[in-house]
């Protein structure tokens, strides 16, 4: 049996920004300044907010405070958020998935299965109900199924770590003037608070949308592939060569002679075999 102590994949998980690690208004780096130096999963607001049902708003009786396993997962994720924070329109800009990988909580299986149920969970079954973030989940026709949430931080989120709404306005106000400083110099109208937060929203939207269907044609991609190299290698050269005799023209076919053939057979065989194991580009 796995004792309470060793069960959590990662007992201190910590944010690690992404590779890219771009620069982020003054406004992040002082948020997050501020939630590095007050504990935020002990924060008095933890005990005296009452829990919501998110599909009927009905209070949830909570019987005990944040174990410490789940404390030190949201001291990481407040962190990713604040980090991935669009001042404009108040969105996450990373999936779930993403804030799980930075903050260390994802986790593999032996099959080489990821899961980051620990992330999901914390943000599902305590910050939404909390009401320190929305979640909104959009349905993707092209798979079939839902997409990444779309995360909003709320003002509550911010007391966590005694930045008020006050300040959190100002900082959208100057970034609104920002944006619109950078419009007006392309010749392009001004635009208003609402404008900018639809903007962005529908920007992540499309993001989010583009980055499912790549996903999706590299995982479909990479079936195939997987398919023909799971056949002995005699059987899948004669199916790519099939493929490559009914793809081209005779006057190609012609032009490439039996060895341009060959060579064309053994560059597909050796790609595919590459794409068969490669793993989606994520970052």
């Known amino acids: 049996m796995i004792s309470r102590k060793n069960y959590i994949n990662n007992p201190n998980p910590l944010f690690t920004p992404p590779k890219n690690n771009k620069k982020r208004p003054a406004f992040i780096y002082y948020a997050m300044k501020k939630a ?9 607001l933890n005990y005296i907010l009452q829990m919501k049902n998110i599909k009927i708003g009905f209070p949830i009786q909570r019987f005990r405070r944040l174990n410490e396993h789940r404390a030190c997962a949201m001291r990481a994720m407040v962190l990713a958020m604040l980090y991935h924070f669009n001042i404009s329109s108040d969105l996450v800009q990373a999936s779930v998935e993403q804030l799980s990988d930075e903050c260390g909580l994802s986790t593999l299986s032996k099959a080489g299965n990821k899961s980051i149920t620990r992330a999901s969970r914390l943000i599902t079954e305590f910050m939404e109900p909390m009401g320190f973030v929305t979640c909104q989940k ?3 026709k092209i798979l079939g199924n839902y997409m990444p949430k779309i995360i909003t931080l709320t003002p509550l989120f911010f007391k966590l770590f005694d930045v008020s709404e006050n300040k959190l306005i100002n900082a959208k106000k100057q970034q609104l003037g920002w944006i619109n400083k950078n419009l007006i110099s392309k010749g392009l109208k001004p635009i208003r608070m609402i404008d900018a937060q639809r903007r962005s929203k529908d920007i ?6 583009k980055y499912r269907i790549s996903r999706h044609a590299f995982y479909k991609k990479k079936r195939n592939a997987q398919r023909l190299i799971s056949l002995n290698e005699k059987e899948a050269r004669q199916t790519i060569l099939r493929a490559l005799v009914a793809k081209y023209s005779i006057s190609e076919l012609t032009k490439l002679g039996p060895e341009g053939l060959k060579k064309q057979v053994n560059i597909s065989y050796y790609y595919l075999k590459k794409i068969a194991t490669n793993k989606y580009p994520d970052n």
Request: hydrophobic fraction near 40%.
């Open 204 to 209: 992540q939207i499309k993001n989010i949308f």
């Open 138 to 140: 959009k349905w993707d």
């Open 36 to 44: 590095s130096e007050i504990d935020v999963a002990r924060c008095e």
